[in-house]
């Protein structure tokens, strides 16, 4: 089955800075990459997904790119804030859709003001 | 996007006890999914549930242990079954999109003694 590793698991950045989390994937069917924000007592909430038939996607502060070849995919924040803190996970599903979503181990991100 | 909601939104509970968990959509949905998080871990499937239909268990998981129920389309309710200290999690609803996103509750947090 699909098995996501990613990193780092912690990442401390100066506000301003950009963060940048990687993620990679074993199952080359796989061609839908969402990512969650968490914050503390809160649901996972989607803030930007990228499909394989695309290789980078932008929104505002926040990029994805996906290598299909090398079966990886990273998030972008630029100029990051303070709120941008959050457990952020990558995850990995096959036929573009959300059934049996597999996560990654997230990454705690703070941003430090 | 769905509104779902959760209840309870944490408890605390006894050992050997159950406690049932329900989620409440906005929208009519085919599949609705229970995911788990333990403390400080990554977000695991437990089961699909579909409407009319038992619902499909992923591997570790079994229906003894969290039945669940699917009564109609906006409604499904998971149970944790003589619950040990090993439940305490946060434990998660989730629906698709017609796009094929997957959205969130805001969890329930169990904590058991």
């Known amino acids: 089955g699909e098995n996501v590793e990613q990193h780092p698991s912690t990442l401390s950045v100066q506000e301003g800075d950009s963060a940048v989390i990687k993620c990679t994937y074993s199952?080359?069917?796989?061609?839908?990459f969402p990512w969650y924000k968490q914050e503390l007592g809160k649901g996972p909430q989607l803030i930007i997904d990228?499909?394989?038939?695309?290789g980078e996607k932008k929104d505002q502060r926040i990029a994805v790119t996906l290598n299909k070849t090398a079966k990886h995919f990273s998030l972008h924040i630029t100029e990051t804030q303070p709120e941008d803190s959050a457990v952020y996970f990558c995850a990995a599903a096959r036929q573009g859709g959300s059934e049996k979503l597999v996560f990654g181990k997230g990454t705690k991100l703070t941003v430090n003001p | 996007s769905a509104v779902i909601s959760q209840k309870p939104s944490r408890d605390i509970c006894q050992r050997g006890t159950s406690l049932t968990i329900q989620c409440q959509v906005d929208?009519?949905?085919?599949?609705m999914f229970w995911y788990r998080q333990q403390p400080g871990q990554s977000l695991t499937l437990i089961a699909t549930a579909n409407q009319g239909s038992e619902a499909t268990y992923e591997s570790g998981f079994v229906i003894d242990k969290f039945p669940i129920s699917r009564p109609n389309l906006t409604f499904s309710t998971l149970t944790v079954s003589n619950m040990s200290p090993e439940d305490s999690s946060i434990y998660l609803c989730?629906?698709?999109?017609?796009?094929?996103?997957?959205?969130f509750g805001e969890g329930s947090r169990l904590t058991v003694l």
């Open positions: 199952d080359s069917a796989s061609n839908y």
């Open positions: 990228i499909r394989s038939n695309v």
């Open positions: 929208s009519q949905v085919t599949m």
């Open positions: 989730s629906v698709p999109t017609v796009a094929g996103e997957l959205f």
